[in-house]
């Protein structure tokens, strides 16, 4: 930023050096995640290809959950820290969105596969009325690991909305901050003038005198 009395570029402070640091790290370990995320993505459609195992499913699906839900909270962070930067992060979300559709699209298709899949086969040879039993059991165990597995879901991404607000807590009291210290670094700069103009006056002032 240059300073309108002097013309110099003024010098970073340690906040504005911490945020582009800040920015570099949350950037790149937002790529990570979806790199990781595109990998588990790959191998779950392929297992909904070729499974019907639901516990197999159920368990590389809470894989990938983790790191979504990581992946969402990690990009909450990093608009915070856009906006502090440069005010925006509109542009970067836009682009993140256009990405993130594809991971929308495994959600669904596994929620789908899931009511698909959520009823066993029962073995032959079996009295009707115990296979009838059998079939409620399957069916109402297969419901209740569903919603398990729907609520774990839900508990993760409140968890993470509630560390994003508080991250987004922390990069308000560093706005805050940087905001001081560039009005402290203005009135510092406006007393140096201040001081150069008043010393100039009074040699000038000598000058008259003298002469």
């Not at 990009?75 to 542009?91: N, P, R, W």
């Amino acid at each position: 930023m240059a300073d309108g009395a002097t013309g110099e570029t003024r010098p970073r402070t340690h906040t504005e050096k911490g945020l582009e640091y800040h920015l570099d790290r949350k950037s790149k370990y937002r790529r990570g995640c979806e790199n990781k995320l595109v990998s588990l993505s790959e191998d779950i459609e392929e297992l909904l290809t070729t499974s019907t195992d639901v516990n197999e499913v159920k368990e590389l699906y809470k894989k990938w959950l983790k790191v979504y839900d990581e992946l969402l909270f990690t990009h909450e962070s990093l608009q915070g820290l856009l906006k502090l930067s440069t005010g925006s992060g509109e542009s970067d979300d836009k682009e993140f969105q256009d990405r993130n559709s594809r991971f929308h699209k495994v959600k669904d298709s596994v929620e789908q596969w899931f009511g698909k899949h959520s009823v066993q086969p029962t073995p032959k040879k079996i009295p009707s009325d115990v296979k009838s039993r059998l079939s409620s059991a399957s069916r109402t165990s297969s419901q209740i690991s569903l919603e398990k597995l729907k609520e774990s879901q839900r508990k993760a991404e409140l968890l993470a909305k509630a560390s994003a607000l508080d991250e987004q807590r922390k990069l308000e009291a560093a706005k805050l901050e940087l905001k001081m210290k560039e009005e402290e670094l203005k009135i510092k700069t406006e007393l140096q003038i201040s001081d150069a103009r008043s010393k100039l006056l009074e040699e000038l002032e000598k000058s008259e005198l003298s002469s």
